[in-house]
């Protein structure tokens, strides 16, 4: 069975950083394209960034908004993913999940970027 | 960046009623377009891939058309556990980009 666990969110200053983390069991994280999406509270939907497979080189996407900001990475030996976040800002609030491409998807992390 | 224009936004509908919502892509997508179910406080689900394409265990009152620009999803029998939000995403290039959403409420 999939899953698909994050990690990692909390209250976090503007202009401050965090590190999500998505613990993934039930498949091999290499195999697959891994997504982050977030909701900003009773907003829609908004695509983050991407990170492809091993037989793609894991190379990523990013949505414009966070491009520069955002980081996602792997590790595949802890069949887990992460998003780095830097320089928050308050409208970067919002849930964030992790998806395996985009079919299934963790519970989500509460992000919250307040003073 | 490819926008997706939802209609409507919000429907209220009684159970039995056949729904429908559209998507709008702003250029072809051909049909690289999914469909998701959003529950209160929940992960999105998908519904649909490939524009048509049933995810395995989701009811087959639900269907997904179109291709280009313009998609389609019905629920050809609302049941009460279907009241929820719906929204498209297409993947056909970066940055992927969601609709933004249909609320489909109880009459």
């Known amino acids: 069975e999939v899953q698909l666990v994050e990690s990692g969110g909390g209250l976090v200053q503007p202009g401050g950083s965090l590190r999500l983390s998505c613990a993934a069991s039930?498949?091999?994280?290499?195999?697959?394209?891994m997504d982050w999406v977030r909701q900003a509270p009773g907003k829609g939907l908004e695509w983050v960034g991407r990170?492809?497979?091993?037989?793609?080189?894991?190379?990523?996407e990013y949505a414009a908004s966070v491009k520069g900001r955002f980081t996602i990475s792997r590790d595949d030996s802890k069949n887990s993913l992460y998003l780095q976040i830097n320089s928050l800002q308050t409208d970067d609030t919002a849930v964030y999940y992790c998806?395996?491409?985009?079919?299934?998807w963790g519970q989500g992390t509460l992000v919250t970027v307040s003073s | 960046d490819i926008q997706m224009t939802q209609s409507p936004s919000s429907l209220s509908a009684s159970v039995g009623d056949r729904v429908t919502i559209t998507c709008r892509a702003s250029q072809g997508i051909r049909n690289d377009l999914g469909w998701y179910q959003q529950k209160p406080g929940k992960a999105p689900k998908r519904l649909i891939y490939?524009?048509?394409t049933l995810q395995s265990g989701v009811p087959s009152r639900f269907s997904g058309s179109g291709s280009g620009t313009e998609f389609t999803l019905t629920i050809s029998s609302l049941q009460p556990e279907d009241f929820a939000t719906y929204s498209c995403l297409q993947y056909n290039s970066y940055p992927l980009t969601f609709g933004g959403g249909t609320k489909v409420e109880i009459k």
């Open positions: 039930g498949f091999t994280l290499s195999d697959h394209y």
């Open positions: 990170t492809r497979n091993k037989a793609s080189s894991f190379r990523t």
């Open positions: 998806s395996r491409g985009l079919s299934d």
């Open positions: 490939g524009a048509f």
